[in-house]
């Protein structure tokens, strides 16, 4: 479960990502695929910069370790620290994760984390949080 929970996370993450380098019209259009793909510098740039307060950096670290390099365990990792840094897609991707746990404390953590990613604006998140709470309003 925790392995299909992931995997929608990596999803809406990388839909996300590739509507946010969307070309314009007039832009060559790039395969969303290989702009995951990262050069060893780019993941220790990359790497900095998530650990120094950028949520898009983790975020693409974490797309790169789920997508190309099939590492999970990175990826959940590089999506915990986008949602540390404020980047409501992976806040919404951690709600995703921890959503599909037994456990009451991780529930309330998903929770959490979509109050955070609605919070910004983030429409799936606002969605998921109004489901939530029309049966709690009935």
Same mark, same amino acid.
């Given at each position: 479960? %925790? =392995?299909?929970? @992931?995997?929608?996370?990596?999803f809406?993450? @990388? ?9 314009k ?11 995951? =793909?990262? *050069? ?7 790497? !900095? ?10 975020? *693409? ?12 365990? %990175?990826?959940?990792?590089? =999506? =915990? ?5 404020? /980047? ?13 746990? /037994? !456990? ?7 929770? @959490?984390?979509? %109050? %955070? ?6 429409? !799936? ?14």
């Open positions: 479960m %925790k =392995t299909i929970a @992931f995997l929608v996370a990596l809406v993450g @990388f839909s996300a990502c590739a509507q946010s380098q969307s070309p019209s007039s832009d060559k259009i790039i395969s969303a695929v290989s702009s995951l =793909t990262l *050069r060893p510098d780019e993941v220790i740039k990359l790497s !900095n910069e998530g650990w120094n307060g950028s949520g898009e950096a983790a975020l *693409r670290l974490s797309l790169y370790y789920g997508s190309v390099k099939l590492d999970l365990d %990175k990826s959940e990792y590089w =999506t =915990t620290i986008a949602a540390e840094n404020g /980047n409501a897609v992976a806040q919404y991707n951690v709600w995703v994760q921890l959503n599909e746990s /037994n !456990n009451v404390d991780d529930k309330k953590r998903a929770i @959490f984390w979509l %109050k %955070k990613s609605a919070d910004q604006g983030y429409a !799936n998140a606002k969605l998921e949080l109004q489901n939530i709470q029309k049966p709690m309003s009935r």
